[in-house]
């Protein structure tokens, strides 16, 4: 099968035959039908996370299952599946507790390696791999969906729409007539608007260094919009917002765009984290308000999901008309342009991007 291959930090993806295993037990097949093109996966290709190379990467994606391993319940063969990151056991202390997405058992269960070239391993990336035409993944590695959803749209409720959206109504629990700001508005910042929106927040505040991404963020619920390479951003909120907002979400991943979500806020406001920073990064706050002002820094990882309840329940705000994945496809690629579709989500140029197997 083709595959995208990252052979080390800092140069170009390359399209290559790749094997890969039939499903073992508990495991399934999924022939990848769409693959996101998102920030994530740059992180390792330009090695500001660490990981093992030759590695396919892809974590954002849906498909078809095409073989069912022993003891496979969930799933059967011709069902359509969301690709998740973040497979869980359902028996763990934070899987019992409602949180799934924090599965203590996640590094077991995604697949060691299930990927070769001539007899030599290839990395299984976070256990999905979807810049490939097939993927092996433990079975709650892939949640089944109706199948009169586009896979396109569904690909992208994956990752993208549940880490933004989710950041919202789970991490957060934004309520009615709150206000909210929200920093990088890119694939997952316009669906932490989007979240804002279905929330019912009376403000929400696109911050961006890129005008058509603000533009952008108007058509999916923004109220206000800041460019923060042209005016102080957190000076500006506060002046929109006396006093600050309630939450203000960072979802590019830096620790300068981290500081200034702190500095919007209100005296007993929220900051939420749910961009992925470099490895080995820092945040300076200042510390009198932690006490004094009552703040709260957080952090949210994959949107506080419950893979098995919210990608189906966000797939019905979408055939409700809810929410807007049409909308968030900017441009689909073919698996060959793999290397410009990142270069065009690293210039601004696209909500995003789907690339089609």
């Known amino acids: 099968m083709k595959a995208a291959v990252l052979r080390a930090p800092k140069t170009p993806l390359t399209i290559e035959q790749v094997e890969v295993d039939d499903p073992r037990a508990n495991e399934v097949k999924v022939r990848v039908t769409h693959a996101g093109v998102c920030h994530s996966d740059y992180h ?8 093992p190379m030759p590695v396919v990467l892809g974590h954002e994606g849906a498909g078809v299952v095409e073989k069912v391993g022993e003891g496979v319940t969930r799933l059967a063969v011709s069902d359509h599946v969301a690709l998740n990151f973040r497979p869980f056991c359902g028996h763990c202390k934070q899987c019992s507790t409602g949180h799934p997405n924090l599965c203590d058992n996640v590094e077991l ?29 433990h079975e709650s590695g892939a949640i089944k ?3 009169d959803i586009p896979l396109d749209r569904v690909a992208l409720v994956s990752c993208g729409v549940m880490t933004g959206v ?49 533009e952008m963020a108007t058509t999916f619920g923004a ?10 951003a957190i000076r500006r909120v ?3 917002v006396r006093g600050g907002v309630d939450y203000a979400f960072e979802a590019i991943g830096l620790p300068s765009t981290i500081e200034q979500i702190w500095g919007m806020i209100r005296k007993g406001g929220t900051a939420v984290v749910v961009g992925v920073a470099p490895a080995g990064s820092k ?13 709260t820094l957080k952090g949210t990882l994959f949107g506080g999901a419950r893979p098995s ?32 579709a990142y270069a065009a989500m690293i210039r601004g140029d696209v909500a995003r991007s789907v690339i089609d197997l």
């Open 44 to 51: 390792i290709m330009v090695g500001d996370l660490p990981y």
């Open 109 to 137: 269960l995604r697949a060691s390696c299930r990927l070769s070239q001539g007899g030599n391993p290839i990395a299984h990336f976070i256990g999905v791999s979807c810049f490939a035409e097939q993927t092996t993944v």
């Open 309 to 340: 309840t919210d990608i189906p329940r966000y797939l019905e705000f979408y055939r409700n008309h809810q929410l807007r994945l049409d909308e968030l496809i900017t441009r689909h690629y073919p698996l060959e342009a793999i290397n410009e």
């Open 223 to 232: 109220t206000h919009i800041v460019n923060s390479a042209k005016e102080d």
């Open 238 to 240: 506060r002046e929109i």
């Open 145 to 147: 969906v109706s199948k």
């Open 283 to 295: 945040v300076s706050i200042s510390a009198y308000p932690i006490s004094m002002e009552e703040k």
């Open 166 to 214: 989710g950041a919202v109504l789970n991490t957060a629990k934004v309520m009615p007539g709150d206000t909210v700001a929200v920093v990088g508005v890119g694939g997952v910042g316009l669906n932490v608007i989007q979240g804002a929106r279905l929330a019912n927040a009376s403000t929400i505040i696109a911050v961006d260094i890129h005008d058509n991404k603000l």
